[in-house]
């Protein structure tokens, strides 16, 4: 049996015909607690019959191509089902981040323009409150309730192919609201072959290998990366709730994983603990793939643990379009060493005036395909936002905002971003999202927003307030906390609240981001801020808000 539209949902058919008794999906003992279900494993011939079992369900209400369907089901491993099903029908899934606040989520809905929602079902209250305040009021059904949602008008019968969109992930942005990315199933297909296709230190084994992820499912790492690649190979994807970094290994070794999926957080707090005889995964996990990692980390946990970490560089925007990995000797541990121009990739490094830099110089990086489509394989676009896009790609290239320097043999090292954006713990932050509810606040005369270092999550957010006259900066530190908590997910909180008497602008009077991150890294070093940071933590409920 052979099915082929270019969709990804063709390539599991296929892949479940051809590995039908091999494992698919696998959810452990801690995660399977957590979720309160039983240890959930799926061969590809058991998760293939619930995915039709959905198609004709979802198919019955009218999804097809032009509907999109918004998908909260935390990281389950039934997620990629329904994404399956969906896919197989051309219609899109929007998923939707339930540690966000409902603020956060009216606007997603409200912008992704999403006729129904799927959720568990303990997300159903919250939803439907979601629902209400937004102006097409979709439908809000659990997971396990499909066959009773309503009709849904508006899909179209056009053909399934390769550029049909399969999904929209929202990424932060400089404007202070959320960009939709549009990611089509040649975004999706691409991106599983270049990443089973890296060779060397990153070779899969078809059928054999266990890919173990605690990333969200909202973030291109986890909808795309882990889960294409597992799919291109023929694997079986271990998807956690999270990362817990006390029980990591015990999970990776109950599990059986051969490959881990990283951020640079994860090696920090690993390493933090206590050192015992079991910490030597060798022979188990082949390597770990992710980005970020401290190098100051770097060399360290692979010695402890015997698992080379693989960095690399993409995003959302890019996909494997523009996909640069270190996936082979020499790797230059611990340099920030991202790899060398893969083949059909072009590269140029600008000033800020956008003049193209020497070698060896650190600019910004401009990135395109090679041939007559630069564009291919790259996402498709921000969603109803043509001028963003066009910005994007200004001149024929994509600008991604990262800043890197290319040494003689052709390797890249990641520098910093030019964007205005916080990297915490593998999210980012917008500093104009955060700064507009700071506004809020009847005392804060003005205020900035900036990353500052931190050990372990890469990035802390830290905001510099001009305050009003003869207020309790404790007081107002604590309240502007708690405002962000109330309209934010809990990591975009300050950490540190720094009080200064003037902001950093240019003759045009906007913010001077960089030496705003000046001060704030030199006020957090000279403890003249105040830390927030110990109550930055999830918010755990019953099933709405943060979790």
Request: proline content about 5%; some cysteine; hydrophobic content about 40%.
């Amino acid at each position: 049996m052979s099915f082929e539209n270019g969709s990804v949902a063709a390539l599991f058919l296929n892949q479940a015909d051809k590995y039908a008794d091999r494992p698919f999906l696998h959810v452990p003992t801690e995660t399977a607690e957590i979720y309160s279900s039983t240890v959930t494993d799926y061969s590809y011939a058991e998760a293939q019959q619930v995915m039709l079992t959905l198609v004709d369900q979802y198919e019955a209400l009218g999804c097809g191509p032009g509907v999109r369907v918004g998908i909260a089901m935390e990281n389950r491993p039934e997620f990629f089902l329904h994404f399956l099903a969906l896919n197989f029908l051309g219609a899109s899934i929007v998923p939707l981040n339930v540690g966000m606040q409902d603020q956060e989520l009216i606007y997603l809905v409200t912008h992704s323009e999403v006729p129904l929602i799927v959720v568990h079902e303990k997300f159903i209250d919250q939803f439907a409150t979601i629902s209400a305040s937004t102006p097409q009021q979709p439908q809000v059904v659990a997971a396990d309730q499909v066959h009773e949602a309503d009709d849904i008008v508006g899909a179209g019968d056009a053909e399934v192919t390769s550029d049909s969109e399969a999904a929209i992930i929202y990424t932060s942005g400089t404007t202070g609201t959320p960009k939709g990315c549009i990611l089509s199933n040649a975004y999706f297909r691409f991106l599983g072959e270049f990443y089973v296709g890296l060779g060397d230190m990153c070779a899969f084994k078809p059928g054999e290998d266990r890919l173990i992820t605690p990333l969200p499912v909202s973030h291109m790492n986890a909808l795309a990366t882990s889960f294409m690649g597992v799919l291109e190979s023929g694997s079986c994807l271990i998807q956690l709730d999270r990362f817990h970094p006390k029980t990591w290994w015990d999970t990776v070794r109950e599990s059986k994983a051969t490959i881990m999926h990283y951020l640079g957080v994860m090696p920090a707090m690993l390493l933090n603990a206590d050192e015992v005889p079991e910490d030597d995964m060798t022979g188990q996990v082949r390597f770990g793939f992710g980005a970020g990692c401290d190098p100051r980390h770097h060399a360290n946990f692979e010695k402890r643990f015997g698992i080379p970490l693989t960095e690399a560089w993409a995003m959302s925007e890019t996909g494997a379009g523009a996909w640069i990995s270190v996936s082979k000797e020499p790797r230059m541990v611990g340099q920030r060493c991202f790899g060398q121009c893969p083949e059909g990739l072009e590269y140029k490094l600008i000033d800020e005036q956008g003049n193209e830099v020497a070698q060896g110089e650190t600019g910004e990086l401009l990135v395109r395909r090679s041939g007559d489509n630069p564009r291919q394989y790259f996402f498709s676009g921000y969603l109803k936002d043509d001028e963003a896009t066009a910005e994007a790609w200004e001149g024929g290239w994509f600008h991604t905002g990262d800043e890197v320097k290319v040494d003689e043999n052709g390797y890249f090292y990641f520098v910093d971003r030019r964007k205005n954006i916080i990297r915490r713990s593998g999210e980012n932050i917008a500093c104009i999202e955060v700064e507009s509810i700071l506004f809020r606040h009847k005392d804060v005369v003005n205020c900035a927003v900036a990353p500052v270092p931190d050990e372990i999550r890469g990035e802390e957010v830290a905001v510099l307030i001009i305050a009003a006259n003869n207020v309790d900066q404790q007081q107002l530190a604590q309240e502007v906390f708690e405002l962000s908590l109330e309209h934010l997910a809990y990591y975009k909180a300050p950490g540190y609240v720094g009080f200064i008497d003037e902001i950093p602008l240019t003759a045009s009077e906007k913010v001077q981001r960089g030496e705003v991150k000046k001060l704030a890294k030199t006020m957090v070093e000279a403890g003249s801020c105040i830390d927030l940071c110990s109550q930055k933590r999830p918010v755990k409920t019953s099933g709405s808000g943060n979790h």
